[in-house]
């Protein structure tokens, strides 16, 4: 809950202060971090390899490696790593 209020606290602030054009693409950066804190919580963590697929840049095989572990449909594999990854490194892609 307390992140929902974060949310909200930072869409006010940069409804005071971003111009009229920036507003859209700020809010729906701020709406889509709080729609991923929410989904993630709907997921076990990583298995091991996972994470260890991760840890050398190598998402593709995570997101594998976790379907092939839960059974769970592709699109949720992939959202479960990249939200792991959000909470992790702080961003769901890794610099090219």
Not at 20 to 49: H, M, R, S, T, W
Not at 72 to 85: D, G
Request: hydrophobic share 35%; aromatic share 10%.
């Amino acid at each position: 809950m307390n992140h929902r209020l974060e949310a909200i606290e930072q869409i006010s602030s940069i409804c005071n202060t971003v111009s009229l054009k920036a507003k859209g693409a700020e809010i729906c950066k701020v709406l889509f971090n709080q729609y991923i804190f929410d989904e993630f919580c709907q997921y076990p963590d990583l298995p091991p390899d996972a994470v260890e697929a991760l840890h050398d840049s190598e998402k593709l095989r995570a997101v594998k490696l976790y379907r092939h572990q839960t059974g769970l449909p592709l699109i949720e594999c992939k959202r479960a790593v990249e939200n792991y990854m959000m909470l992790t490194y702080g961003y769901d892609r890794f610099p090219k």
